[in-house]
């Protein structure tokens, strides 16, 4: 189970991720913070395609936003 800004989600398993919309994903950045900087974000391959994330479920550009950011350790 985990937290993000009071709101809790529960993964039952490997397979089971957040929505999209449960968790306000958009597809352009907020101000600094975006996805390829997240530390939940997996890329492509290709670095200009949508990749994918740990927590929420579909296709994520890494240039999107959602409330679950977690910016990479450095």
């Known amino acids: 189970m985990a937290s993000f800004g ?3 989600t ?3 398993g490997a397979q089971s991720k957040a929505t999209q919309a449960s968790m306000r994903y958009q ?4 101000g600094s913070m975006h996805c390829a900087l997240c ?3 997996i890329p492509a391959h290709d670095a200009n395609s949508n990749g994918s994330c740990q927590i929420v ?5 890494p240039n ?3 409330i679950a950011f977690a910016a990479k350790s450095e």
């Open 6 to 8: 009071g709101m809790v």
């Open 10 to 12: 529960r993964r039952s």
């Open 27 to 30: 597809n352009t950045p907020n």
């Open 39 to 41: 530390r939940f974000f």
């Open 57 to 61: 479920e579909g296709s994520i550009s």
């Open 64 to 66: 999107g936003y959602c």
